[in-house]
């Protein structure tokens, strides 16, 4: 059976969500950051995180791809690129995660007893939806690294860098919005509030970050973070030297018109 995890905006209109799949016959049970929408007489099992990300059990692909439309207008700042990430799942004699010995894909097994345990599926899926959510963070920040990394050699090899002071502003401003929306966003990749009341179920959750290595790729994206605050300091330093040689000019230039007319009164 697939379960599969998907981050397609930034954030979503859960209690909007909830209602739209009422109207369409499904069962939809709103919690604080979760929306959990099944269907009676069908076994699948949705659950909507309010950052912008959904994780799905026995779905087909038809489904899927029908779940993506029907959200879109719930949904607040739509990525261009939808991240997901693909398992499948069955029922064993307990619950884990590995990867296939085989093919590349991960496995999800689920004790036969807890099958029918929404709130297991919950804790796990509150793994797989952090896990995505900081694969698509990792886009975003590897995006902005890549586009500026060039700047600090044309620096070294030239004293100067090729960009007019207003472009040099719009590249301060791209990596700041790229890590104010990672820090601003961090909440999301620490342990849920929900696991504070329910902590018999964090464990479930604690397996899932261990295997999806979240808290090693949350120090990777901090420090590729503290990569691209070098660059936005290295930047934010060149525009104000050239504020400063624009500055200097000025003051040079008044000094010297103020001198020629000294001159010109004299004679």
């Known amino acids: 059976m697939r379960c599969v995890s ?10 909007l969500l909830a209602e739209f799949f009422r109207t369409k016959r499904y069962t939809a049970k709103l919690f604080r950051n979760v929306l959990y929408v099944t269907k009676q007489d069908k076994p699948i099992d949705i659950f909507f995180f ?3 990300c959904f994780v799905t059990w026995n779905l087909s692909k038809k489904q899927e791809k029908k779940i993506i ?7 607040i700042d739509p990525l261009e690129k939808i991240e997901m ?8 004699k307990e619950t884990r995660l590995f990867p296939h010995q085989r093919f590349n894909v991960d496995v999800i097994t ?10 297991i ?48 502003s719009k590249r301060i401003g791209e990596i700041f919005l790229t890590r104010s929306s990672v820090n601003l966003s961090s909440e999301y990749l620490d342990v849920p509030e929900y696991f504070w009341r329910y902590s018999n179920l964090e464990s479930y959750y604690a397996m899932t970050e261990k295997f999806l290595d979240i808290p090693k790729r949350v120090a990777a994206l901090n420090h590729k973070l503290d990569v691209a605050h070098e660059i936005l300091e290295m930047l934010n330093s060149q525009l104000q030297h050239r504020y400063s040689s624009i500055l200097e000019f000025v003051i040079i230039l008044l000094i ?12």
């Open 6 to 15: 998907f981050c397609t905006a930034a954030n979503y209109k859960l209690s």
């Open 121 to 168: 599926k919950l804790a796990i899926s509150y793994g797989l939806a952090q896990s995505i959510k900081l694969e698509s963070y990792e886009e975003s920040v590897n995006k902005t690294v890549l586009a500026n990394s060039h700047f600090p050699k044309e620096l070294a090899r030239f004293g100067k860098i090729s960009l007019s002071r207003s472009e040099i």
């Open 110 to 119: 689920l004790e036969s007893d807890e099958s029918d345990n929404v709130q």
């Open 85 to 92: 990430d693909r398992f499948i799942y069955y029922l064993d």
């Open 69 to 75: 439309e029907d959200i879109k207008p719930f949904s």
């Open 256 to 267: 010297f018109i103020e001198i020629v007319v000294q001159i010109l009164q004299h004679v």
């Open 50 to 52: 309010n950052h912008g």
